[in-house]
């Protein structure tokens, strides 16, 4: 029989404190904890592998059962994936080279990152929004389906990576970011976005 894998939290995965405080639970099944240290709010124990899988299907992109709010939310988030690309061309002085997104939602960014010249890389956990980014992304650069720790920075590095609404989401923000890190060129930008408000919709 296999052993289930304990998922309690000894300390902080950002600071490493092992002073972790109970604050208040969710539902009554999901307890939140915070860091005495830095503050660091975190669910404790956390979610196993099948809650994750299940919380990340089809309907957690908003507009999946609603096809106006599809239209309108992509509108939205294209129009903010421009003004940010804008940003980012006068920051680096240039538009174009390798372009990673890490979450890329339903690929709104990296479409308009494509038609920028740019050559992009989305990395996305669930496979169901995989299939929407390849289809937003019309045969535009590749969506990867799985994890940070599986891209290789042997023969891959790239020049920018963007996050939105992403680190949150992750287990170990500390590994993570240095996986971000260790997949940059030298001078790479990392730029991690605040997510984009969809009108009537809680962040
Ligand atoms: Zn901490």
Known sequence: MRKKRDLT?????????????????????????????????????????????????????LGN????????????????????????????GASGGEL??????????LAAAASQGYNVTGLEYSSSACDV????????GRVICGEIDQLSDEQEKYDVCILSDVIEHTRDPRYFLHNIHRLLKPG???????????PGRPN
């Open 188 to 198: 790479g930008l990392f730029l991690p976005l605040p997510p984009a408000r969809i």
């Open 65 to 92: 059962s609603l096809e106006n709010g599809t239209d309108h939310q992509s509108r939205l988030k294209q129009a903010t994936a421009v003004n940010y690309l804008n940003l980012l061309g006068r920051y680096r």
């Open 9 to 61: 939290v000894k300390g902080c995965p950002c600071c490493n404190n092992n002073k972790l405080y109970y604050l208040f639970s969710i539902r009554d099944t999901h307890r939140v904890v915070m860091c005495q240290d830095c503050g660091l709010l975190l669910l404790n124990p956390q979610p196993s592998d099948e809650e994750l899988d299940a919380i990340y299907g089809p309907e957690y992109f």
């Open 100 to 109: 990673l997104e890490v979450g890329p939602g339903q690929g709104d960014f």
């Open 133 to 140: 980014i390849k289809s937003n992304l019309q045969g535009q």
